[in-house]
């Protein structure tokens, strides 16, 4: 078994993968911003059913500073870079979310290559891969074309519709790139490319796209707009990573992360209707029509983001991952409807 370190334990994919790596008989060591975090990693690990919490190791470090991460790497085996800067709110100015995203990425694979680590993983996203390519699969009368995206395309970081996180994620996952090339002096790299991580929250530290069900199950949703997603389960994503980790064919190689063909926001609902009865009562029933919510981001700024994304069906492939790492993920269906489950069983619909 190996010595893995982890970054950004408290992470909603990172918890997972720590739990995962566990259940493997891998020792770990996480890294949190503050050692004040550890019992809430603790707790989501409590929550997956992890073996052996009591042998994960916890170093203070932070993606903005070389402090801390001498010790993060010190007799590891491999590192898996997971956590990644994601922005509460727009930046005023693209560099505030571009640069620690980029720097961070570069301050990790620095320590892993002096630590002699044999392999980094780095979670990168489709969002390094599948935008700035104008209206692929658009679904409208006009306009757009037929695409399936995968591992040898790249995000265009000066095309349409470009916001400031996805370009870091393209930019940082180039930065690596560019390391390892120049600088890695045997250190191998493989990148993972999950879409968006759907599945069982183990606490309130969850992804961006678990706020989605959150908002359909509280109503918070009145009605679905035309938005296609992608989706992948946490647990999938998470061992897609160990995988890759240890499969002599990954290195120096890319794979996406995805369930399959994508699906609306009016089909997550419909799916936590049938799936979680009840519970899903608040869920939207019908669908906003794409021209008011051009409307409406006219006058709400939180809006303006989505209006690139209405009725734009971005498709991409996870054959290679299935063929070369033999993943099989499960289905849209069950990532979105676990992602429900877990937050009815949680109690985190409340508030």
């Known amino acids: ?51 052996h919490t009591d ?10 500073s070389d402090h801390g991460w001498d010790r993060a790497v010190a007799g590891a085996d491999y590192v898996l870079h997971v956590a990644s800067p994601f922005p509460a709110a727009r930046p005023e100015h693209e560099d505030e979310v571009i640069v620690p995203a980029r720097e961070g990425t570069l301050r990790v ?16 996203s489709f969002a390094a891969v599948g935008y700035g390519h104008g209206r692929t699969g658009w679904t409208g009368r006009t306009g757009g074309t037929e695409r399936t995206f995968g591992e040898d395309d790249w995000t265009r970081t000066d095309g349409p519709g470009v916001s400031a996180y996805v370009k870091s994620k393209a930019v940082a996952e ?40 959150h908002a359909m199950l509280t109503g918070g949703m009145q009605a679905a707009p035309p938005i296609w997603t992608n989706t992948v389960d946490v647990r999938d994503a998470a061992d897609l ?34 799936r979680l009865g009840e519970a899903a009562a608040k869920t939207p029933t019908r669908s906003a029509p794409a021209w008011l919510l051009r409307l409406l981001a006219t006058v709400r700024p939180a809006l303006r983001e989505t209006v690139p994304q209405l009725g734009v069906v971005r498709r991409a492939s996870n054959a290679k991952a299935r063929k070369e790492l033999d993943w099989s993920p499960r289905t849209n269906e069950e990532a979105v409807t676990a992602t429900g489950e877990s937050l009815v069983r949680l109690g985190l619909l409340s508030g």
């Open 109 to 124: 694979l620095r320590a892993a290559r002096e630590a002699g680590v044999r392999r980094a993983v780095l979670t990168s």
């Open 174 to 213: 180039r930065a690596a790139w560019d390391f390892i090339d120049s600088e890695g002096d045997g250190l191998e790299l493989t990148v993972v490319n999950p879409v968006g991580i759907f599945g069982p929250v183990l606490g309130p530290d969850y992804s961006a796209s678990i706020r989605i069900i």
């Open 55 to 64: 042998d994960v190791s916890y170093v203070a470090a932070d993606l903005t």
């Open 1 to 51: 078994m190996a010595h893995v370190l982890v970054t950004g334990g408290t992470g909603f994919l990172a918890s997972h993968t720590i739990a995962q790596l566990l259940s493997a008989e891998h020792t770990v060591t996480t890294t949190v911003r503050s050692l004040s975090r550890r019992p809430d990693v603790e707790r989501m690990l409590a929550v997956a059913g992890a073996p």
């Open 241 to 274: 990573h160990l995988r890759a980790m240890t499969a002599p064919q990954a290195a120096g190689q890319r794979y996406l992360a995805l369930a399959g063909e994508p699906i609306s926001f009016h089909g997550i609902a419909l799916a936590l209707r049938e």
